[in-house]
């Protein structure tokens, strides 16, 4: 299958492309090949020229804090004339040509206050709390919209084995290896998303043609400092330069954070796609790393 990319250069989108490319050809339009996201007439005639069947939609501003700043600015902010127009261009694009359309979004759009012990499943009604989570909330209502066959993806916390620029997970080893100590939240739940099953999912929903939301996450909620913990063992790193913190003490001053972001994975695993649990994710990312040197 031939897929056109919007933002492929970035954590997520790389590692799909280096995952996938022996099964399915992408070409992207990103800042990298000269179109800018939020010009329509430039994504429109990048989209027309595209013989892809299938729009992978990945760009992004996705710094919650960066977005936050943007709020006061409103729908002339980055934040929403990316997050926002620039999906909206991307989707009348998609249904000018008749493409097909994967939108990744993030378990943001949800609140946090639901103490549901299985997680939020993908019929639960978004209540985003931060800017960031408006303006991406708002792009999945415009795919949703959309008169061409979709699918939003809803991701959390990802994390890869390597990457110019950190992800969580790298950012709390490199930091353990260096003995400087982790302030860890130990009152937020996450279920990060191994971006190699992510690919194994994408794989799989191309294949079946399968359209609708679906929360692509990892089988195990843990909260950050649940996580630094686990990343110390996986790497037989010190656990002592661990230290507990507070959401409200370590995001003080910030955008607010969501309490409890877990999320069901039950719908794509049904699919036959088997998500791992963030320790089965954190060997992996080692056993790669290993096998690299």
């Given at each position: 299958?031939?897929?056109?990319?919007?933002?492929?250069?970035?954590?997520?989108?790389?590692?799909?492309?280096?995952?996938?490319?022996?099964?399915?050809?992408?070409?992207?339009?990103?800042?990298?090949?000269?179109?800018?996201?939020?010009?329509?007439?430039?994504v429109?005639?990048?989209?027309?020229?595209?013989?892809a069947?299938?729009?992978?939609?990945?760009?992004?501003?996705?710094?919650?804090?960066?977005?936050?700043?943007?709020?006061?600015?409103?729908?002339?902010?980055?934040?929403?004339?990316?997050?926002?127009?620039?999906?909206?261009?991307?989707?009348?694009?998609?249904?000018?040509?008749?493409?097909?359309?994967?939108?990744?979004?993030?378990?943001?759009?949800?609140?946090?206050?639901?103490?549901?012990?299985?997680?939020?499943r993908?019929?639960?009604?978004?209540?985003?709390?931060?800017?960031?989570?408006?303006?991406?909330?708002?792009?999945?209502?415009?795919?949703?919209?959309?008169?061409?066959?979709?699918?939003?993806?809803?991701?959390?916390?990802?994390?890869?084995?390597?990457?110019?620029?950190?992800?969580?997970?790298?950012?709390?080893?490199?930091r353990?290896?260096?003995?400087?100590?982790?302030?860890?939240?130990?009152?937020?739940?996450?279920s990060?998303?191994?971006?190699?099953?992510?690919?194994?999912?994408i794989?799989?929903l191309?294949?079946?043609?399968?359209?609708?939301?679906?929360?692509?996450?990892?089988?195990?909620f843990?909260?950050?400092?649940?996580?630094?913990?686990?990343?110390?063992?996986?790497?037989?790193?010190?656990?002592?330069?661990?230290?507990?913190t507070?959401?409200?003490?370590?995001f003080?001053?910030?955008?607010?954070?969501?309490?409890?972001?877990?999320?069901?994975?039950?719908?794509?695993?049904?699919?036959?796609?088997?998500?791992?649990t963030?320790?089965?994710?954190?060997?992996?990312?080692?056993?790669?790393?290993?096998?690299?040197?």
């Amino acid at each position: 299958m031939k897929i056109l990319g919007v933002g492929l250069s970035g954590l997520v989108g790389s590692r799909i492309v280096e995952l996938l490319q022996n099964k399915h050809s992408f070409e992207d339009i990103s800042y990298d090949t000269g179109v800018d996201i939020i010009d329509k007439q430039a994504v429109t005639k990048a989209v027309q020229a595209s013989s892809a069947q299938i729009i992978f939609h990945l760009a992004a501003k996705a710094n919650v804090d960066a977005c936050e700043e943007d709020k006061s600015k409103g729908k002339m902010g980055d934040a929403w004339r990316i997050n926002v127009e620039g999906t909206r261009n991307v989707v009348d694009a998609a249904v000018t040509t008749g493409k097909r359309i994967i939108y990744i979004s993030t378990d943001f759009v949800f609140d946090g206050e639901e103490t549901l012990q299985n997680g939020y499943r993908e019929d639960a009604v978004p209540n985003p709390l931060n800017w960031y989570a408006v303006t991406k909330y708002e792009g999945e209502k415009i795919v949703a919209a959309a008169s061409v066959p979709w699918a939003v993806l809803r991701i959390a916390y990802p994390y890869r084995s390597f990457f110019p620029r950190n992800d969580f997970v790298r950012a709390i080893l490199t930091r353990l290896q260096k003995g400087e100590v982790v302030h860890a939240v130990e009152d937020h739940v996450m279920s990060p998303t191994f971006i190699d099953d992510l690919a194994s999912a994408i794989n799989m929903l191309i294949e079946r043609k399968a359209t609708g939301i679906y929360h692509v996450v990892g089988s195990q909620f843990v909260t950050p400092y649940q996580a630094a913990l686990a990343i110390a063992e996986t790497f037989s790193l010190p656990k002592s330069l661990i230290a507990k913190t507070t959401r409200d003490n370590y995001f003080a001053g910030r955008a607010k954070r969501p309490f409890r972001l877990a999320l069901n994975n039950d719908k794509i695993e049904q699919l036959g796609v088997r998500m791992r649990t963030f320790e089965e994710g954190l060997l992996e990312v080692r056993s790669q790393i290993n096998n690299s040197k």
